[in-house]
């Protein structure tokens, strides 16, 4: 490389959505190299309204790896940024930047050290896979920036989810399976795409913010008490998720709702089970979570048929699908009756995300007040205390990561290779 060239910064933005399981991964089989114990399902959120933006620059004048998340530094000393970043600069490739002419030979990649800024436009740590995308995002434009290609259908999955467990399934858009695999090494734990995000395109999903606070119980650390106490989880591992994966497929292939509704609730309902059944307990949901199934169940037994179907993470958040923008728009008139937002508080600010499932519902009100709505399904009048939800996202499936080419959207200053959010 030309030492005139060796100041110059190579720059990758990127975006990459979170995903939601609908047949959910808990425990693992091998913690280095996240294999789980059972295969799962998720659905990719439209990163219009989740995501997670991430620029990577690398340079021969940064004395060191940095990393910016939310415009805080945060350690790269992990094992899991480490075995990433070792993962794919083995794969590098000699690569000339179109907008400095600078080369950087793949043997030069070994050497070289980067600067990552990236932030979520949604809570982190909350239970709304905020790593799956971050994790996503950060290898796909690394990946991008070394040129690297795959030379497998997967093969970067692979590698995110050495990162984070769920963010292999976030480098595909739609509906994703992750096979858990056999292999010891991990190479056929991999993510595949079941089916675009066009594919059910009517699906609609509401997401009502219990907290934004991160959970006193991490994920990992969850993970590792159900594997060591639980004993639910073996009989779920080999029993039950075998099935239900059959199940949900089949739902998905043939946009049965109410067949794929009732498995999301029940896949939904055992994983917290097994989190009570680990030594100690794990309380993920709180009481609001536990009155929006209750909403969620006393509708569609009043109806019948299954109208809404809910899943909660590692977190008191329920995410929600509604077959279509109709039942949907009855679902938000629900959320708001239960829980309807502070006195001072704006519907436009309360209700936020896909405008056109907004419209829908008659949200978008000259006065901006919800309208008057009781639910036919309630007999009692229940406590209605305002604000006991912070705010509710409309989403719908959506695409995978991709490049940002303006250069407005950097995350990074191009001349200092500094974080633009702290300067």
Not at 204 to 222: H, L, N, R, W
Not at 246 to 253: D, Q, T, V
Request: hydrophobic fraction near 40%; glycine fraction near 6%; aromatic fraction near 8%.
């Amino acid at each position: 490389m030309e030492e005139g060239r060796k100041d110059k910064i190579l720059m990758v933005t990127a975006k990459a959505p979170t995903n939601i399981a609908v047949i959910k991964y808990w425990g693992k089989r091998d913690e280095k190299l996240i294999l789980p114990v059972n295969s799962s399902i998720s659905i990719t959120l439209n990163t219009d309204d989740l995501c997670a933006t991430t620029t990577v620059a690398a340079s021969f004048r940064f004395s060191s790896d940095r990393m910016w998340l939310n415009g805080k530094e945060f350690s790269l000393e992990g094992e899991r940024y480490k075995n990433c970043f070792r993962e794919l600069k083995s794969r590098a490739e000699d690569v000339v930047d179109e907008n400095t002419g600078v080369l950087i030979k793949k043997e030069d990649w070994m050497n070289i050290h980067f600067h990552i800024a990236s932030e979520n436009n949604f809570p982190t740590a909350a239970g709304l896979a905020s790593s799956a995308a971050g994790f996503a995002c950060l290898v796909f434009a690394l990946a991008e920036l070394m040129g690297v290609k795959e030379k497998y259908e997967g093969e970067l999955s692979a590698i995110a989810r050495v990162g984070s467990g769920s963010a292999c399934r976030s480098l595909y858009g739609g509906f994703v399976k992750w096979n858990m695999g056999k292999e010891k090494d991990g190479r056929d734990s991999i993510a595949v795409q079941l089916a675009e995000e066009s594919h059910w395109a009517d699906l609609v999903i509401v997401i009502a913010v219990v907290s934004s606070k991160q959970k006193e119980t991490s994920s990992t650390a969850g993970m590792q008490e159900s594997v060591h106490s639980s004993t639910l989880l073996d009989y779920r591992a080999k029993v039950v998720v075998p099935s239900r994966i059959l199940e949900m497929e089949a739902a998905i292939r043939a946009c049965d709702f109410s067949s794929f509704a009732q498995v999301t609730c029940a896949d939904s309902n055992q994983f917290h089970a097994i989190c009570l059944d680990t030594v100690p307990p794990i309380f993920y949901m709180n009481d609001i979570s536990h009155r929006i199934i209750n909403l969620v169940e006393r509708w569609n037994k009043a109806e019948g048929t299954p109208q809404v179907a809910y899943t909660f993470d590692a977190g008191p958040n329920a995410v929600l699908f509604a077959p279509n923008m109709s039942i949907a728009g009855l679902l938000l008139h629900r959320l708001l009756f239960y829980f309807p937002p502070d006195h001072d508080t704006e519907l436009s600010r309360y209700v936020v995300g896909d405008q056109e499932i907004i419209r829908a519902a008659c949200l978008g009100l000259p006065r901006n007040k919800a309208p008057d709505f009781s639910p036919p399904e309630v007999t009692d009048m229940p406590i209605r205390v305002p604000g006991q939800l912070k705010y509710i996202i409309c989403t719908r499936p959506g695409h995978g990561p991709l490049v940002l080419r303006e250069s407005d959207c950097s995350l990074l200053n191009p001349t200092t290779g500094l974080p633009l959010i702290a300067q």
